[in-house]
Every structure is written in C-alpha cells, then in structure tokens.
C-alpha cells in the first residue's frame, strides 16, 4: 500500500538525506470508450482513475539526475542533455530521459533532480502507466526547476518522449488525461484541436476495470503496424486523418483499399461516430445507450482492428451475461490489458462473482478487479509537518 510517509521514508533512504521532498502524482487512466482514434485525430472519452505515479523529489545544484525505481528496485543515472542515451535495459528508465530530453528540446532549463518513483497502476494491463509516469516526472521536472507549467504543453511533450524517444507512436489521449482529468468526471477529448468537455458520470453506475493477465508490450510491431495501416487508409482518401472521412464516403471509396486496410479504416471511422454519441448519451445520463456503444466498440476492435484476444472476449461475454452491467469493452491498445464495465453499483458485486468464477475456470488465469474512480490529473502532494 501507497502512504505518503512510506514514500517519504523511501526517498530519504536512498538519498541518505534528512530533508523531505517534494511530491507530485499522475493518473493512470481507462478509456470508456474511443479506441485506436487518438492518434487519427479522432474522439476520444477517456476518465483519470484513482491508481497513480508518485514521484518524490530535491533538486540538485547540477545537472545529474538520480532516479529510483521502488517497484523495480533499480536505479538510474544521468545528465540533462539534448543527447541524452537511450537505454536498452531498465526500459522504464526511457520515459524519465524521454522527458527531460524532451522539454529540453522546448527549451526549458532544468535542474538536476534525486527522486524516487513510485506507483500502483498495474504494467502492462492498458491503463497507462507510462503516460502517468511521464507525467508525473515532467511535473516534477518543471515544478522544481521553477518553470510555469501549461499542461497541454506538457502532455505534448510527453506524448513526443514517448513517439521519438520511447519508439511508441501513441497519440495523445494518454497524456492529456494525466494532466487535465477531472474528479468525477470523464473529458471528450477531440485529439485534433486539444479541447476537451467535461461530461459528470453517473452517480449510480460504477466503472469497473478487470486485467485479463494477458501482458502486452506496446512497442510490439503490431501497433504501429495498424498506425501505419490508417496512415494508408488516409492516403487514400486524400486526407489528413481518418477523423475527416464519413461513413458515406467510406462506403463509396472503400473496394479500392485493400481488405485489411479498409477494416482499419471502417473500425476508426465508425468508432468517431460511437464516440460522439456516446457523450451525447452521458450528457442524458442514459447508460443504457452507452452501454450499448462500449458493446459495439469492442466488436469493432475485434472483428475489424483484430486487437482483441480470447481472454478480453471471454471476460466482455461474462460481463455482457450479468444482469445490471451496461456495456463492456477492452480498453487501451488491446493486444491483452483489460476490459472496462459500466455497472449499476448494485450489480458490482455479482459482476465480480461471476468473474472469479467463470475466467479462471475458462482461461487459466485469474483476472484482477478494480472499481475506480473518476480522480484528478497531475497535481503536488501537500506533505503536512508532523
């Protein structure tokens, strides 16, 4: 368990320091729905959850940077530089040099920093630990280095650590969510113009996350394979992104693309639509519209953007087959990670017994449960004098 004086405690520890350090968290986040549009210019619906990145941190009068990891108990060092290495081992590290690297190539000036990062957002299960750590890291680097922080700006920079640095073409979705999430809420985001609404998620209904254990590495090919994919797709159309393409024009132009091309193509395409009437849908509070829409968005993304696999579907069934759940749907880039439920809160925990007994039976593998909550992006820890 995450306290505050354990992270403290761990940081003075290891700097072999009395002083107490700075605390700054990020958000992990789960997509309710909106998959694989991000990086097409598209809509997006995602909500920050209450798993976080800790980063505890003292700024240094040079410009190393001195870094422990408490989940992996490892360290690593290095200089503020615009050639800073790219590691082969201790990947985890390339999110902390992506960042400074790139708010160096913005032309910030940064300190040199001890710090320790920290956090309980499960690797690898699509709720997007790295973007939580690049935020919570570029926070940091710019809080103590007295920079004025503007978070669009900051979820820009990190989403290029991680396209040019990490090697992961993500969009932006990640990124802008650990910074701009919004207690209680889920943010439309339109990924093209970087504007976003706040839509208040029901009172009644519970968002519950489930990890197939099936782990994915998002630097696989596959992924940026399908970006490439819809790269293509937009080609054809003669525009910039597949956001700019109808469903209409789709249906006229299509046969010219080759099959897989146009499924990508048709999964993007539809998935805008679903996801504008999905926030249309939460706007009325009709969960069971947007239930059906999560539904429909995970067939797309098995069927046409073939990112799923037969443990998400296994648990998508035994959601859909428990009375009270509205909708469920893998969530992140698929390839394994988790699913993502809208529940009546009455219906959570017959939802959770027929997980345990049903997926470990039929798959092998036990499935963690998370009910989050809607949390508030990057922000400082207040550290209280005892």
């Not at 978070?151 to 910074?179: H, P, T, W, Y």
């Not at 839509?199 to 099936?214: E, F, M, R, W, Y």
């Amino acid at each position: 368990m995450l306290t505050l004086s354990s992270i403290i405690e761990t940081f003075q520890l290891k700097f072999k320091t009395s002083a107490t350090p700075y605390l700054f968290q990020a958000p992990g986040r789960v997509n309710l729905i909106g998959e694989h549009t991000d990086y097409n210019d598209g809509f997006v619906l995602p909500t920050a959850i209450d798993r976080h990145v800790l980063v505890a941190a003292l700024p240094r009068p040079d410009n190393s940077v001195n870094i422990y990891a408490s989940n992996f108990d490892r360290w690593d060092r290095f200089e503020i530089s615009p050639t800073v290495d790219h590691l082969l081992e201790n990947t985890w590290a390339n999110y902390i040099r992506g960042m400074s690297w790139s708010l160096l190539g913005n032309g910030h000036r940064l300190r040199g920093m001890d710090m320790t990062v920290t956090g309980n957002i499960p690797i690898g299960a699509g709720l997007s630990s790295s973007a939580a750590i690049e935020i919570a890291v570029g926070f940091a680097f710019l809080q103590v280095s007295g920079v004025e922080i503007n978070r669009r700006l900051l979820a820009l920079a990190a989403q290029k650590a991680e396209n040019e640095f990490v090697g992961m073409r993500c969009g932006i979705m990640d990124q802008f969510i650990s910074c701009l999430g919004q207690k209680d809420h889920a943010l439309l985001i339109d990924c093209r113009e970087l504007s976003y609404q706040r839509l208040p998620l029901p009172a009644h209904a519970a968002v519950i996350i489930v990890d197939s254990g099936v782990y994915r590495g998002l630097t696989d090919m596959a992924y940026n394979t399908r970006r490439n994919e819809c790269e293509t797709a937009a080609a054809h159309f003669g525009v910039k992104a597949l956001r700019d393409v109808t469903v209409e024009q789709f249906q006229a132009q299509h046969h010219a693309l080759l099959p897989v091309v146009a499924r990508r193509a048709r999964h993007v395409i539809t998935e805008n639509h679903r996801t504008l009437a999905a926030a249309a849908a939460l706007k009325k509070s009709d969960v069971s519209t947007f239930g059906q829409l999560m539904t429909d968005s995970h067939r797309s993304l098995k069927e046409d953007f073939e990112v799923s696999c037969p443990e998400l579907d296994l648990l998508v069934d035994i959601a859909l087959n428990t009375d009270g759940v509205y909708g469920a749907r893998l969530t992140g880039a698929g390839f394994g990670g988790c699913i993502v439920a809208l529940a009546d809160h009455n219906a959570s925990q017959p939802f959770i017994r027929a997980i345990n007994k049903h997926y470990p039976h039929k798959s092998g593998k036990t499935a963690p449960i998370y009910i989050c909550k809607a949390s508030q992006g990057v922000s400082p820890v207040e550290v209280l004098d005892p």
